[in-house]
Structure formats: C-alpha cells, structure tokens
C-alpha cells in the first residue's frame, strides 16, 4: 500500500475512532442523565457524533476501502463505567477536556474542513466546558444555540479531584514512609508512621476543602446580600444595570429596557436575576456542601495513602520496604493513567512519568532519612 494512501486511511481511522468515543459516551450520559433537559442535550451531541462517524466510514469508501469495525476505546470505556456508578457529573469534565483538545482537529482536514464539522466540533467544547463549570441554567434550543458562538474555558470536576486528591495522599505518604525507612525504624514504626501520616494528611486535606468552600459561599452570601440591599434602595440604578448586561448580550435598547422593567416587577426574580448576570453566581448552588467537600476530601487522601502503609500490615524488613516501594509504583502508574483521561496523552508514558516522579520523591526522602537517622544516631 503506497505511503500516502496508508497515511490518509490511518487519518479515517483515528477520526473514526475519536467519533465513535464521543458518540457512546454521549448516549450513555444520557441514560444516566436525571435531568430531562440535560439528557436531551446529550442525545443531540451524541446524533451529531454518529453523523461524523458515517461521514468517515464514507470516506473510507470513497477511497476503495472497507470502514474498520471499531468500539469504543478503554478511556471511553472506563468513563462510561464511572458515569453509570457516580453519575454523569464524574466525567462531565474529563469529556470536556477531550473535547476541547479535538475541537480544531478537522479545520485543516481537506474532507472536512468545507463542511460543518469544524464549527460543530467547536461547539461541542464550549458547551461540554459549560457543563464542567456546573452550570446550572435549563438547557434548551435557545441555550444550545447561544453557547454555539460564546467562547468558554473548560473546569475540572469531582473524578479530576479525586485522581489528585488520591495523588497527594500516595506521594506524600510513600515519601514519608521511605524517609523513616532510610532512617532504619523498625517494622511497628514505619506503620504507625504511615497510619499517622494517612490521618494527618486527610485531616489537613479535609479541614483546607472545607475551609476554601466555606469561605466562598459565605463570600457569596454576603455578595448576594449587598445585592439586595442595593435593588431595595436604588431600584433605578440596578434597572439600568439590567438593561446594560442586555444591551451587551445584543438587545435592542427596547427590547432590553422591556426585559428590564419585566423583572424588576417582581423583586425576587430581579435578585435572582441580577446576582446571576452581575455577579455570575448561581444562588442555587453556592459552591456546593462545604461538609461533603470535605469528607471527599478525605476520603480520597486516605485512599491513596493507604497504598504505601498495606505491606507494612503483613510484612517487616526490607521486603516490606520493597513491597511499598512495588505497591506504590503500580499505584502511581494507575494514578498516571487515570489522568489521561484529562488529557488524552499516551497511557505508558503517562503513568511511566508518575512512577518516576514519584519514586523521585521517596528516593530523596529516603536518602534524607538514611543520613539524619546514621548522623543522629552516630
């Protein structure tokens, strides 16, 4: 087969296989979807994706060749499977972010880039970016359509949370655990110095998360309370705001000041709305439940700083050492091939380069520990 020819089918095959991904996640995150609105919204994602694949299988024809029969692959796989158990808001952002390192994919493809594919593809990463941030708004046919021109930057979301949560609890454990190995602790130490250092972390992770989603909502309530101090006392002012933030949305001056004077009838609706076009916040959702932040928070950490701490519950000496060492290297390649769910890179490489970071890590605290442990003790 000449180069080229081979070259462009390889080309078919990867937009084919990027299609067939996007489609199935999309159709099962709308049987797992529990809002309608939303679950509609995935349904038309998921028929625009299929549409893209018969535009590749046609390709293939057109070039004398049969369309290979693909399924979806691991990482869509495994994001399907983690949407079925958590709920779509798992991997909202992980889609997100494959999304938007495809979005440009087809602008410099000859078949593609005349057709509608391009723009679409772009599309579709704005709204899955809209959807990572947690908007909360009804996704409709006016919503869909006025996001297709809005420029927007992806967010992260609880399973990319998670993944690092239990990062942080892998690599500070393990680090701590070979620096009192280095030291030559015995067996009963290096437990109860993993175990402490498990509790310690969580408790530190859990107490910042709920620190850092506590002050954002009372900083939000005390936003939306000035708020509603000022609609009670320069009603006037906060109409022409109103009417301003819908002049730059692209109302005619009538329209808007109509829409304006529409919602300042009712005050409730008009805080409502004000605090969500003037101050961006959904005052349904103030950054979520400090307390379940908090209890992720920790679980997450103990999760991964576990994994250095199990071969010191059943072995001693250096083959727990060694152990550890085994248990967290295959803990850290995991860890590195879940990112690449964010980020689509190369599941070997990744998780090779979390293992070496890591075992960077604990060789260094483990150094340390074998000179303070041989200066200290003499």
């Not at 309608?36 to 293939?60: C, M, S, T, V």
């Not at 300042?264 to 605090?275: E, I, N």
């Not at 060694?322 to 390649?333: E, I, P, R």
Request: net charge negative; aromatic share 8%.
């Amino acid at each position: 087969m000449p180069s080229k020819r081979k070259t462009q089918l390889e080309r078919y095959r990867r937009n084919l296989q990027g299609e067939i991904d996007s489609a199935a996640l999309y159709r099962a995150l709308a049987q797992c979807e529990s809002r309608p609105e939303l679950g509609e919204l995935y349904r038309r994602l998921a028929d625009i994706e299929e549409r893209h694949a018969n535009f590749w299988r046609a390709q293939f024809q057109q070039a004398g060749a049969t369309p290979p029969a693909l399924r979806p692959g691991w990482r869509t796989r495994l994001l399907i499977r983690i949407a079925r158990l958590l709920g779509p808001a798992w991997v909202i952002g992980a889609a997100a972010s494959l999304e938007q390192i495809d979005r440009c994919q087809y602008d410099e493809q000859p078949e593609s880039c005349d057709t509608g594919m391009p723009g679409q593809e772009r599309s579709h990463a704005r709204l899955l970016s809209e959807l990572a941030r947690g908007r909360r708004s009804t996704w409709n046919g006016r919503l869909f359509a006025s996001l297709e021109g809005r420029h927007s930057a992806g967010g992260g979301n609880a399973l990319r949370a998670a993944v690092l949560g239990a990062n942080d609890g892998l690599v500070s454990n393990f680090s701590l655990v070979m620096g009192v190995a280095g030291a030559a602790f015995s067996a009963d130490a290096l437990l109860l110095t993993g175990l402490a250092g498990l509790l310690a972390g969580a408790c530190s992770m859990a107490l910042g998360e709920w620190l850092s989603v506590q002050n954002a909502r009372e900083l939000y309530q005390q936003q939306i309370a000035t708020e509603r101090d000022e609609l009670e006392a320069v009603p006037d002012e906060e109409a022409e705001e109103l009417v301003l933030i819908y002049r730059a949305k692209g109302l005619e001056e009538g329209k808007a000041r109509a829409m304006a004077e529409g919602i300042m009838a009712d005050p409730s609706r008009a805080l409502d709305t004000l605090v969500r076009e003037e101050l961006g916040i959904d005052p349904d959702d103030l950054g979520g439940s400090a307390w379940l932040a908090a209890a992720t928070s920790f679980v997450v950490f103990c999760l991964g700083a576990l994994i250095p701490v199990l071969p010191f519950l059943f072995l001693d000496g250096q083959a727990a050492v060694v152990t550890c060492a085994l248990f967290s290297s295959l803990g850290l390649f995991l860890i590195g091939a879940l990112v690449t769910l964010f980020t689509g890179r190369n599941l070997l490489y990744s998780g090779l380069r979390q293992v070496a970071f890591g075992l960077g890590a604990a060789a260094v605290t483990y150094g340390l520990g074998h000179w303070l442990g041989v200066t200290v003790g003499g």
